[in-house]
């Protein structure tokens, strides 16, 4: 493996988050209900020095969610007092420098919504109308595993990219990570992902972006923990 991987001008590297595993104070979705994270993070308030800490490891992006409980508390009533924090976390990002990855949902769903019987309901569908298919699937045979069980095959993110390419679109990594407590298999993972992904480039493929999950220790959905980037 080469010693130092070369990654095109302008390529973005950056961290995740999931509003609900780091904001806090988010009691009005389905999983508060389930597996209530309390404060988590505590995101929602001390963004702005999270902001710093990713400023201080060379990011030049991030990506978060917006939280559709925040934003929407009940059926086409919108909270502007909201949607103004999300605009100052946009802010906070570009006056840092650091380009803003948004997610406008990550698996949330307010109270409003699962009354309604959540997305088994057909009615909802005005909301999101495109469909992801993976037909395709790799499985990691080399049996390293992750605190959550979860195999570790970096190889395995090489095959995705190449099947990927004959889509002919710009390609962002924006979640790759792992559960690790002790932190003792992050750097491997890190940089074996990173040597498969330069790999994947050199053959022309056009990775722009790669985002490390997460950038804090968060709330897991259901192991109701908070450990070593967990998820």
């Known amino acids: 493996m080469a010693k130092i991987?070369?990654?095109?001008?302008?390529?973005?590297?950056?961290?995740?988050?999931?509003?609900?595993?780091?904001?806090?104070?988010?009691?009005?979705?389905?999983?508060?209900?389930?597996?209530?994270?309390?404060?988590?993070?505590?995101?929602?308030?001390?963004?702005?020095?999270?902001?710093?800490?990713?400023?201080?490891?060379?990011?030049?992006?991030?990506r978060f969610s917006i939280e559709w409980s925040r934003i929407e508390p009940q059926e086409g009533r919108f909270d502007e007092k909201e949607i103004e924090h999300y605009r100052q976390v946009i802010l906070a990002l570009r006056k840092r420098g650091i380009e803003p990855f948004v997610g406008l949902w990550h698996w949330t769903t307010p109270l409003w919504l699962t009354e309604k019987g959540g997305w088994v309901n057909k009615k909802i569908n005005y909301y999101f109308h495109d469909r992801l298919k993976f037909p395709f699937l790799i499985r990691n045979e080399n049996k390293v595993l992750s605190d959550l069980g979860w195999e570790i095959y970096p190889e395995g993110i090489y095959y995705v990219l190449k099947n990927l390419e004959k889509y002919q679109k710009p390609i962002y990594i924006t979640e790759n990570g792992l559960a690790d407590d002790k932190d003792s298999l992050r750097k491997d993972f890190i940089k074996n992902h990173l040597y498969w992904i330069h790999k994947a480039i050199q053959e022309k493929i056009d990775v722009k972006g790669y985002f490390h999950w997460s950038l804090m220790d968060n709330f897991e959905w259901d192991k109701k923990v908070s450990g070593q980037n967990l998820d």
């Open 5 to 62: 991987l070369r990654f095109p001008p302008g390529f973005l590297w950056g961290s995740s988050t999931s509003a609900y595993q780091v904001e806090g104070g988010i009691e009005n979705c389905d999983w508060a209900k389930a597996y209530p994270a309390g404060m988590a993070c505590d995101h929602y308030n001390r963004y702005q020095e999270d902001f710093d800490l990713l400023k201080s490891l060379n990011q030049n992006t991030y």
